[in-house]
T-cell receptor, first 111, second 114 residues
Framework: QKEVEQNSGPLSVPEGAIASLNCTYSDRGSQSFFWYRQYSGKSPELIMFIYSNGDKEDGRFTAQLNKASQYVSLLIRDSQPSDSATYLCAGSSGSARQLTFGSGTQLTVLP | DGGITQSPKYLFRKEGQNVTLSCEQNLNHDAMYWYRQDPGQGLRLIYYSQIVNDFQKGDIAEGYSVSREKKESFPLTVTSAQKNPTAFYLC?????????????FGQGTRLTVV
């Protein structure tokens, strides 16, 4: 059974702080990892994906992947109240690149 | 504009009824997926399709059926055999090329059993 687990929330950070979201996965065959942001009642929207070990930066967001430890993380620098949402981690595997999702971490950025 | 369109946005079903959720994409993507999301939980895969006229069961396929007669369309039928169908249903598509290929989501259909 492929599993993706996310650190339990909810997580609250003050505006301007760094938010750190973590995820571990069980399937070593997972090829790529994705971070989605989901606002309440809305569909997920992609923030970043990563498939090589190391860091990948995009604006205020940095994704980190460590395949040996089967660990993925997302850092959000200079957090804003608009970043308040549920963040979903997903791993991709199989011929159809189907995604296995974690249960999500709810982030609240306090003004 | 390219994208994925799900309809209806809200759907109410009486117990014992079959209902069909529509999903259309004009992104020319090969792969399409159906996920279910329950409150406070992540997404669980119901069915997926990599090519026209072919589809595979996901983790929670029981009580659901799909078809893929056209590349653009991947409708999901929630049958009366699905005992707890109230959930948020999300359709996604992917070009299915390369290691970093992401899935794009439609706006979702919220199904409620009345």
């Amino acid at each position: 059974q492929k599993e993706v687990e996310q650190n339990s929330g909810p997580l609250s950070v003050p505006e301007g702080a760094i938010a750190s979201l973590n995820c571990t996965y069980s399937d070593r065959g997972s090829q790529s990892f994705f971070w989605y942001r989901q606002y309440s009642g809305k569909s997920p929207e992609l923030i970043m994906f990563i498939y090589s070990n190391g860091d990948k930066e995009d604006g205020r967001f940095t994704a980190q992947l460590n395949k040996a430890s089967q660990y993925v993380s997302l850092l959000i620098r200079d957090s804003q109240p608009s970043d308040s949402a549920t963040y979903l981690c997903a791993g991709s595997s199989g011929s159809a690149r189907q995604l296995t999702f974690g249960s999500g971490t709810q982030l609240t950025v306090l003004p | 504009d390219g994208g994925i369109t799900q309809s209806p946005k809200y759907l109410f079903r009486k117990e014992g009824q079959n209902v069909t959720l529509s999903c259309e994409q004009n992104l020319n993507h090969d792969a399409m997926y159906w996920y279910r999301q329950d409150p406070g939980q992540g997404l669980r895969l119901i069915y997926y399709s990599q090519i026209v006229n072919d589809f595979q069961k996901g983790d929670i396929a029981e009580g659901y059926s799909v078809s893929r007669e056209k590349k653009e369309s991947f409708p999901l039928t929630v049958t009366s055999a699905q005992k707890n169908p109230t959930a948020f249903y999300l359709c996604a598509s992917s070009p299915r090329q390369g290691a970093g290929t992401e899935a794009f989501f439609g706006q979702g259909t919220r199904l409620t059993v009345v």
